[in-house]
Antibody, heavy 120, light 108 residues
């Protein structure tokens, strides 16, 4: 059974950094693209970043480009999101999601999410 | 990048049919996916590639597309279908994934 578990969320001050992790199990991790999606409190879903199945390509939403970095460690079956220069508007639940096939959408399944709060 | 437009809310009585729309420029050329999100839970995929249904999703959920509008249709709506529904596409012109703003389905 495919399982995704995010961790690393917390309360941080503006301008600081945080690294999220997503532990994957139940599938061949290096065969699928992986994504980060976030949801601000009371708001809709916002795509954040995508990394290709083989890690050779990354894409980012304009709102995080240059501040966030997506990466993956095949040896640990883990996806990461390094978040730098955090802002209040980055406050959200961050979900990792597996591509159903290949590297693009749709996503199936999603993790349960980890909450990031950026506040002074 | 693409903008996907969804009505903020739709209300329907139990047993009736709910039609949730997703409009966007050139959506006819894109593959549309739909997610259901219940309060406090992660989204789940309910329809993908316009009209395909993942295993475990009831046949009451179906997808279609016509012109610049995609539609998620939920037949014989149940109280348990009450949730937020989001449409999604891959915008190849910008290399971005795009979500619609979401529709809150209320079952009266």
């Amino acid at each position: 059974q495919v399982h995704l578990v995010e961790s690393g969320g917390g309360i941080v001050q503006p301008g600081t950094s945080l690294r999220l992790s997503c532990a994957a199990s139940g599938f061949s991790f290096n065969n699928y693209g992986m994504h980060w999606v976030r949801q601000a409190p009371g708001m809709g879903l916002e795509w954040v970043a995508l990394i290709w199945n083989d890690g050779t390509h990354e894409l980012y939403a304009d709102s995080v480009k240059g501040r966030f970095t997506i990466s993956r460690d095949t040896s640990k079956n883990t996806l990461y999101l390094q978040m730098n220069s955090l802002r209040g508007e980055d406050t959200a639940i961050y979900y990792c999601a597996k591509s159903k096939s290949g590297s693009g959408p749709p996503y199936d399944p999603w993790g349960q999410g980890t909450l990031v709060t950026v506040s002074s | 990048s693409s903008v996907l437009t969804q009505p903020p809310s739709v209300s329907v009585a139990p047993g009736q049919t709910a039609s949730l729309t997703c409009g966007g420029h050139n959506i006819g050329t894109k593959s549309v996916h739909w997610y259901q999100q219940k309060p406090g839970q992660a989204p789940i995929l309910v329809v993908y590639h316009d009209s395909a249904r993942p295993s475990g999703i009831p046949q009451r959920f179906s997808g279609s597309k016509s012109g610049n509008t995609a539609t998620l249709t939920i037949s014989r709506v149940e109280v348990g279908d009450e949730a937020d529904y989001y449409c999604q596409v891959w915008d190849s012109s910008s290399d971005h994934v795009v979500f619609g703003g979401g529709t809150k389905l209320t079952v009266l």
